[in-house]
């Protein structure tokens, strides 16, 4: 029998915690460590959305999308929710998740 072994996804230099925390984008440290973790997106394809969220944090929003797909959502800049200094269209992270459950694609956008 083989037992595929896998380790968790790891950054360096990224600050999980601080991330997991700034929930809603509210506190700016998302957009802050941005650099570092689109430089090493491609640590992240292929876990599943357990092992993602371990490491982000619970998704802000969650978007379903065709055939059993759906999108993992990570606001980067502060919401309306965060107050005053929110923004209608924040800047965002989706993570798209297949089928199978396993992240697919990492992309940004602000609508």
């Known amino acids: 029998?083989?037992?595929?072994?896998?380790?968790?996804?790891?950054?360096?230099?990224?600050d999980t915690i601080g991330w997991q925390n700034d929930i809603n984008g509210?506190?700016?440290?998302?957009?802050?460590?941005?650099?570092?973790?689109m430089n090493d997106q491609d640590e992240l394809?292929?876990?599943?959305?357990?092992k993602i969220t371990a490491y982000l944090g619970s998704p802000?929003?969650?978007?379903?999308?065709?055939?059993?797909?759906?999108?993992?959502?990570?606001y980067?800049?502060?919401?309306?929710d965060c107050g005053a200094k929110g923004k209608e269209n924040p800047l965002r992270m989706y993570v798209r998740m297949d089928a199978?459950?396993?992240?697919?694609?990492i992309s940004l956008r602000n609508r």
């Open 60 to 74: 802000d929003y969650h978007e379903l999308y065709v055939r059993n797909q759906k999108f993992l959502i990570y």
């Open 26 to 37: 509210c506190l700016g440290d998302r957009l802050d460590q941005l650099d570092v973790l």
């Open 45 to 50: 394809l292929g876990w599943t959305e357990p």
């Open 76 to 80: 980067l800049e502060p919401t309306l």
């Open 1 to 14: 029998m083989v037992i595929g072994c896998q380790t968790e996804p790891s950054i360096d230099a990224f």
């Open 100 to 105: 199978l459950g396993q992240s697919k694609e």
